[in-house]
C-alpha cells in the first residue's frame, strides 16, 4: 500500500515539474510558494518512505511487526501529500504575476567579468544592499553584465517573485519611465496626468510584488526615485541600475558600486575567435595580423565583436594587413566600426553638456595614444587654453582644474592610473612648468583638494581618444600627430590657413629648416614638446603665426630661440623647460600679452632682454643653475602669482625691494641676498607673504651644493634653508617667518643647539628639522637658557642629523647634567634620525629612532 502510494505521488510530482518548467522558462512565470514547499516536503517524505521500505525488507518477523504502526502513518502522510498536490487554482501566478522573459545576449567574457557578476549576485542576496550601480564607459559591457543578471534571477530559485527590465533613452524623463514601468507591471496610467499621483500608483503596485529587482538600463542622469514612484526598501524593491558615470551612482545613493573594465589582451582575443566564426580559417600568418587587430579594439567587448564579424569570412591576409592599416591609420574610420562603436562612446561627450570641459576633453586628445599624463600637467594646459579662468588664485585654478578632471574621470572618458610609480611613458611633473610649485601646494594646501583629487596621473582609453580625434576632424581645426615617430615636419600643405591647434609631440624631428614657413593666421597653439633631437628652427617658422598663443618647445635640444618669436605679441605662454641647451633668448618686450614664461632647466646666463616689460606675466620659473641676476628685472612684474628662481644658486640673490613690491605672490622659491634682506622680507610676509615658499640664506658666493636631499621625501611647502651663516655670533639676531613647517641649517659652525636659533620660540607651525655639518653643535635643545624654544615646538614630527661631530646629548639642563625631554607632551610624536658621524650618547624620552 505506501510503495502504491509512493508510486502515485512520485507521478504527481514528475507532472508538476514538468508544468513549472514550461510555465517558467517558456512564459515567464514564477510558481507559487506553495507548489515550492510541497515540492521540498515531497522530498523529505521520499527519503523517509525509502529509509522504512529498505528496513522492512531486512528486518525479521519481530521488527516487522513494530513497523507495521510506522508504515501505517507514512501511508497516511503520502496520501495527503498526493491530496495537496492537486494545486486547483494553478501552479504559478497568473499572467499579471509575470516575472518576465528571458533576454538575448552574448555570452559573458574574461575573468573579471564574471567575478564581477557573482559580486553583484552576492549583493543581490543581501538585505543590506538596496541600491547597485554598475558604470564604465561606453561600448564596455554593463547592459551585457545585466542581462545575465536579469536572466539568472529568472530562471534560478530566489527569493524574489519579479524581475523587470527597463531601457531608458536618450530622451529621458520622469514621466516616459513612469509609463514604461507601468507597462511591465500590467498598471494603466494613461488617464493620469498628475505626476505625483502616478508615483503613488505605482509606488504601491510595486509594493504589492513584496520582493522584487527591477534594472534600469542606461542611466544618464540621477533622479529622485520617490517621483518616479519606486520604493526602494528592504523585504521590498531593490534597484540595479548602468551608467557612464560614477557620479550619476554616487547621486543615485548606491551602497555598492562596480566599474567594469575593458577585457585584457587575451580574454579580447577569445571573444574575438568566438565571434569570427568557427568558418573563418586563418594561415599562422593571418592569425598574427588578426591578433592585431583584436588588439586595436583596446578591451571594449562592442568593439571587438562589431569588428570580429564585419571580417568573418575574410581569410586572405592581405584583407587582415589593410583592416589593420586602416584601424591605425584612419582612426577606426570603418564604417561599421564609427555607427556601432565610436558613436556609442560620443553620447558621454555630448552628455557633458558644458561646452568648457568638452574643450577640456579635447585638449587631452593632443597628447600620444596610451601617454599617461600627470593631472597638473592637464590642469596648465587648461589655464594656458583659456578653458580655466586665469584671473583666479592658483589654488581656485587648480581647484577649477582637477573639478573638471574629475568629472572626465566619472564619466570614464578618462581613466586613473592605479598605483602610478613613473616610467617613460608618462608626461608627469617634470614636464610640467610648476613641478616645484605642485609640490608646495600639495604639502602647504595652496590647492585644497589636491590631496584629495585621488590618483594624480590619468590616461585616455585608446577607442576614447580615436572617438575625441574623430570628433576633432569633424567640428575642429586641429593637426595632431602626436607619438608618430614623426622624424620630419609635415608638409607645408597640411599646415592650412584655418588651423587653430597643432600637436607634434612626441616625435624625432630633427629640424625645422627654411622653407617651412605656414601660413596659419588662427593657429592659437603650437606643442612641439619632447622633439628631443629637435636642434633648430628656421626664423621664418613663426613669420605668419599672428595670433599664436601658446608655444610649447620645452624638451626640445634647441640652442637659439628664433628671433621671429619677438614678434608673436598674442602669445600668452611660453614653455621652454628642459631645453638643456637652449642659451639664446631674443628680446621678449613686445610679448606684454604673456602670463607664463618657463626657462627652467635651460642654459641662460642671463635674464632675457625685455622681461621688465611683461607686465601682465603671472608664472615665471627661472630656475636656470648658470643664471646671472640680482633680481631687480623682476620688481616690476608685480602681478607674479608664482616666482621660482634657482635658489642654491648663489648667483642669483634677491634683495627685498625686488620682491616686496610682489604682493600677489602665492608661491616663491628664492635665495636671499643676505641676513638684513633675509630678516626685511619675514617682516612682511605675515601681511602679503606667499602662501608656500622656499627661502635660502646662504653668505657664501661660491656655487654649493643643492639642498635637494632635503626634499627627498616631500616637497616643500613652507620651508627655509640657512647655509654658511653666523645665528649666535652674528650682528643681526635670525628671523624667521611664523608658519615656517621645516627647517634646514647647514654648515653653521657657531651654534651649539637649536634653541640658539631665538625666532624657533614662535615656530609652533615646524613639523621638520634637518641639521648638518655644523661643527660648533655639542647638543639638540637646552632647557638652561631663557630663550629655549622646547615647549614651543610640540608639533615637531622629524628631526635629522649628519655630520655632527661635537654633539653629544640631545636635551641638555644644566652644563652638568643630561637630561630627558621635558614632560607634558612635548616632542610626544617626534621621530630621530642621524648618521655615525654624530657621537652618540643620546637619551630620549617617546622618541622614536630611526637609523
Not at 622 to 649: C, M, N, P
Not at 662 to 669: G, M, P, Q, T, V
Not at 797 to 802: A, C, F, I, M, W
Request: glycine content about 4%.
Amino acid at each position: 500500500m505506501l510503495e502504491t502510494k509512493l508510486e502515485e505521488l512520485c507521478s504527481l510530482e514528475y507532472d508538476i515539474n514538468k508544468e513549472l518548467e514550461i510555465a517558467e522558462l517558456h512564459q515567464g512565470k514564477k510558481r507559487k510558494r506553495e507548489v515550492e514547499n510541497w515540492l521540498r516536503n515531497v522530498q523529505r517524505k521520499k527519503i523517509e518512505v525509502y529509509a522504512i521500505v529498505q528496513e522492512l525488507r531486512d528486518s525479521g518477523l519481530f521488527r516487522h511487526l513494530k513497523l507495521t504502526v510506522q508504515v501505517k502513518k507514512l501511508t497516511g502522510q503520502v496520501t495527503d501529500l498526493v491530496e495537496s498536490g492537486r494545486f486547483r487554482k494553478g501552479l504559478v501566478g497568473c499572467a499579471q504575476e509575470s516575472r518576465g522573459y528571458p533576454l538575448l545576449t552574448t555570452k559573458l567574457a574574461g575573468a573579471m567579468f564574471q567575478k564581477n557578476v557573482g559580486k553583484i549576485w552576492d549583493w543581490l542576496v543581501n538585505d543590506g544592499v538596496l541600491i547597485i550601480g554598475v558604470y564604465g564607459m561606453g561600448g564596455v559591457g554593463k547592459t551585457s553584465m545585466l542581462m545575465h543578471m536579469h536572466n539568472m534571477l529568472l530562471t534560478r530559485v530566489t527569493n524574489f517573485d519579479s524581475v523587470f527590465w527597463v531601457t531608458l533613452s536618450q530622451s529621458f524623463s520622469n514621466h516616459k519611465l513612469q509609463c514604461d514601468l507601468a507597462k511591465i507591471v500590467g498598471l494603466d496610467i494613461s488617464k493620469e496626468s498628475d505626476e505625483r499621483k502616478r508615483a503613488a500608483m505605482l509606488s504601491w503596485t510595486l509594493m504589492r510584488r513584496k520582493r522584487c529587482v527591477l534594472f534600469l538600463d542606461d542611466v544618464w542622469n540621477h533622479f529622485p526615485l520617490e517621483k518616479v514612484g519606486i520604493p526602494v526598501r528592504a523585504e521590498g524593491l531593490k534597484l540595479v541600475f548602468t551608467s557612464r558615470s560614477l557620479d550619476v551612482c554616487r547621486r543615485m545613493n548606491c551602497q555598492n558600486s562596480v566599474k567594469v573594465e575593458p577585457l585584457s589582451k587575451e580574454e579580447a582575443w577569445s571573444l574575438f575567435i568566438d565571434n569570427l566564426g568557427q568558418h573563418t580559417t586563418l594561415s599562422p600568418e593571418a592569425t598574427k595580423v588578426a591578433r592585431s587587430v583584436a588588439k586595436e579594439c583596446a578591451g571594449l567587448p562592442l568593439a571587438i565583436i562589431t569588428m570580429a564579424r564585419s571580417m568573418r569570412g575574410v581569410e586572405e591576409i592581405c584583407e587582415w594587413r589593410h583592416a589593420l592599416e586602416e584601424l591605425r591609420n584612419t582612426d577606426i574610420r570603418l564604417e561599421e566600426m564609427e555607427m556601432e562603436v565610436l558613436h556609442v562612446l560620443k553620447f558621454s561627450y555630448e552628455h557633458l553638456n558644458d561646452k568648457m570641459v568638452q574643450q577640456c576633453f579635447l585638449c587631452c586628445a593632443l597628447y600620444p595614444e596610451d601617454f599617461e599624463i600627470d593631472r597638473e600637467v592637464l590642469i596648465e594646459s587648461f589655464v594656458d587654453e583659456g578653458l580655466v579662468n586665469g584671473m583666479k588664485s592658483l589654488q581656485a585654478m587648480f581647484d577649477e582644474g582637477h573639478t573638471i578632471l574629475n568629472k572626465l574621470e566619472n564619466s570614464c572618458l578618462l581613466e586613473k592610473v592605479e598605483n602610478y610609480v613613473g616610467g617613460n611613458k608618462c608626461i608627469g611633473l617634470q614636464d610640467s612648468s610648476s613641478y616645484i610649485a605642485i609640490s608646495m601646494m600639495k604639502r602647504g594646501q595652496c590647492v585644497a583638494s589636491i590631496d584629495n583629487v585621488g590618483s594624480q596621473v590619468v590616461k585616455m582609453h585608446d577607442l576614447v581618444r580615436a572617438m575625441a580625434i574623430n570628433i576633432i576632424k569633424v567640428k575642429y581645426h586641429f593637426l595632431v600627430k602626436a607619438g608618430l615617430q614623426l622624424t620630419e615636419i609635415p608638409d607645408e600643405v597640411e599646415w592650412t590657413e584655418d588651423l587653430e591647434k597643432v600637436s607634434l609631440m612626441c616625435n624625432w624631428i630633427h629640424e625645422i629648416p627654411t622653407h617651412i614657413s605656414p601660413k596659419c593666421p588662427k593657429l592659437r597653439t603650437l606643442i612641439l614638446k619632447h622633439n628631443e633631437s629637435l636642434t633648430r628652427i628656421a626664423d621664418s617658422f613663426f613669420a605668419h603665426m599672428s595670433a599664436l598663443q601658446v608655444l610649447d618647445l620645452s624638451f626640445t635640444d634647441i640652442e637659439i630661440l628664433p628671433k621671429s618669436v619677438s614678434d608673436l605679441n598674442t602669445l600668452t605662454a611660453l614653455l621652454l623647460t628642459s631645453c638643456k641647451r637652449l642659451k639664446h633668448m631674443p628680446s621678449l618686450a613686445k610679448l606684454q600679452a604673456l602670463l607664463r614664461l618657463d626657462l627652467s632647466f635651460t642654459a641662460i646666463t642671463e635674464i632675457p632682454q625685455g622681461m621688465e616689460m611683461l607686465v601682465n606675466l603671472k608664472w615665471l620659473n627661472l630656475y636656470a643653475k648658470d643664471l646671472v641676476s640680482t633680481g631687480k628685472e623682476i620688481a616690476k612684474l608685480t602681478r607674479l602669482q608664482f616666482l621660482i628662481l634657482h635658489w642654491w644658486s648663489r648667483k642669483i640673490k634677491v634683495k627685498v625691494e625686488h620682491v616686496s613690491c610682489l604682493r600677489k605672490l602665492e608661491i616663491l622659491a628664492a635665495n636671499l641676498h643676505d641676513m638684513h634682506h633675509f630678516n626685511a622680507y619675514v617682516k612682511i610676509m605675515h601681511e602679503y607673504g606667499p602662501r608656500s615658499y622656499l627661502l635660502q640664506l646662504d653668505t657664501e658666493e661660491s656655487l654649493g651644493k643643492p639642498p635637494w636631499c632635503f626634499f627627498a621625501e616631500d616637497c616643500f611647502s613652507k620651508d627655509v634653508i640657512i647655509s654658511n651663516c653666523k645665528i649666535r655670533t652674528g650682528e643681526t639676531p635670525l628671523m624667521l617667518p611664523l608658519d615656517i613647517q621645516r627647517l634646514k641649517v647647514e654648515r653653521c659652525h657657531d651654534i651649539r643647539s637649536l634653541c640658539d636659533v631665538l625666532s624657533l620660540k614662535n615656530a609652533t607651525s615646524l613639523k621638520r628639522c634637518e641639521i648638518a655639518d655644523c661643527d660648533g653643535q655639542e647638543y639638540l635643545f637646552s632647557l638652561s637658557c631663557s630663550s629655549s624654544c622646547c615647549t614651543s615646538l610640540h608639533n615637531l614630527e622629524s628631526v635629522e642629523l649628519y655630520s655632527l661631530k661635537n654633539l653629544h646629548i640631545l636635551c641638555k639642563e644644566n652644563e652638568t647634567v643630561a637630561q630627558t625631554f621635558p614632560p607634558g607632551g612635548a616632542f610626544a610624536c617626534l621621530k630621530m634620525k642621524s648618521t655615525t658621524s654624530c657621537v652618540a650618547k643620546m637619551t630620549a624620552n617617546k622618541v622614536c629612532w630611526i637609523d
